[in-house]
T-cell receptor, first 112, second 112 residues
Framework: DAKTTQPPSMDCAEGRAANLPCNHS???????VYWYRQIHSQGPQYIIH???NNETNEMASLIITEDRKSSTLILPHATLRDTAVYYC?????????????FGGGTRLMVKP | NAGVTQTPKFQVLKTGQSMTLQCAQD?????MYWYRQDPGMGLRLIYY???????DKGEVPNGYNVSRLNKREFSLRLESAAPSQTSVYFC???????????FGQGTRLTVV
C-alpha cells in the first residue's frame, strides 16, 4: 500500500471548517483513499473514502486532486467533539488481505 | 446492535503470564483483525482472518497466536507476556468487499 504523509497536528476554531491535508504521491491506480478518526483512544471510526472523484457524506467531504497525489478532508463546521486523531490511509481493493495500514495521523484540536 | 465487543477492557499481567483477549462481532462480517497501538503511535496489524477457518500474519505477529473460533469470534493469545507487549489492543471486522471497518473499544494491557 502507498505511504501517506500528514501534518502531526492542527488547530481549528469551533464552527470553522477544518481542512486536513494528506499527501500520497505514490498512490496506485487501484488504491482508494480512506479517512478514519480516533477520539480519546477509542477504536477508530470510519469517516469517508474515495477513488478519484470528490465525495461527501454527513460527516465530511473528501477532495482528491486530479493527479490523485494528495487529498483533503474537510469538516465543514468543526465542533469540540471533532477533536481527534485523523488518519489518512491508502489501500487497494477491499479484500481482507489488504487491510488498513495506519500511520501517525493528524491530531486535530478544535478550540472554542 | 453491539458491533464489535472486546473483553476484557483492562488487564495487568506479570511477565511470563499468558492470557487470551476475546473479540466478538454481531454484524455477520467474514473478516476480522487484531491491531495493537502503542502510546502516541498509529495502529499496527498483528493478525487477521479473512474468513472462518483462516488466519494470516500481519505486520507484528511475533509473540501472539490467534484463533478464529467461528464466524463471530476471533481471539488473540499471549503465551508468555513481555513488557514490550504493553499496549492497547483493538479488534476490527468488516465485510469483504466493503469499505468500512468497525473497531472495538480496545483492551488496555499492561505487562509488569
Amino acid at each position: 500500500d502507498a505511504k501517506t504523509t500528514q501534518p502531526p497536528s492542527m488547530d481549528c476554531a469551533e464552527g470553522r471548517a477544518a481542512n486536513l491535508p494528506c499527501n500520497h504521491s505514490t498512490i496506485s491506480g487501484n488504491e482508494y483513499v480512506y479517512w478514519y478518526r480516533q477520539i480519546h483512544s477509542q477504536g477508530p471510526q470510519y469517516i469517508i473514502h474515495g477513488l478519484k472523484n470528490n465525495e461527501t457524506n454527513e460527516m465530511a467531504s473528501l477532495i482528491i486532486t486530479e493527479d490523485r497525489k494528495s487529498s483533503t478532508l474537510i469538516l465543514p463546521h468543526a465542533t469540540l467533539r471533532d477533536t481527534a486523531v485523523y488518519y489518512c490511509i491508502v489501500s487497494a481493493v477491499h479484500n481482507a488481505g489488504n487491510m488498513l495500514t495506519f500511520g501517525g495521523g493528524t491530531r486535530l484540536m478544535v478550540k472554542p | 446492535n453491539a458491533g464489535v465487543t472486546q473483553t476484557p477492557k483492562f488487564q495487568v499481567l506479570k511477565t511470563g503470564q499468558s492470557m487470551t483477549l476475546q473479540c466478538a462481532q454481531d454484524m455477520n462480517h467474514n473478516s476480522m483483525y487484531w491491531y495493537r497501538q502503542d502510546p502516541g503511535m498509529g495502529l499496527r496489524l498483528i493478525y487477521y482472518s479473512a474468513s472462518e477457518g483462516t488466519t494470516d500474519k500481519g505486520e507484528v505477529p511475533n509473540g501472539y497466536n490467534v484463533s478464529r473460533l467461528n464466524k463471530r469470534e476471533f481471539s488473540l493469545r499471549l503465551e508468555s507476556a513481555a513488557p514490550s507487549q504493553t499496549s492497547v489492543y483493538f479488534c476490527a471486522s468488516k465485510l469483504t468487499g466493503s469499505t468500512e471497518a468497525f473497531f472495538g473499544q480496545g483492551t488496555r494491557l499492561t505487562v509488569v
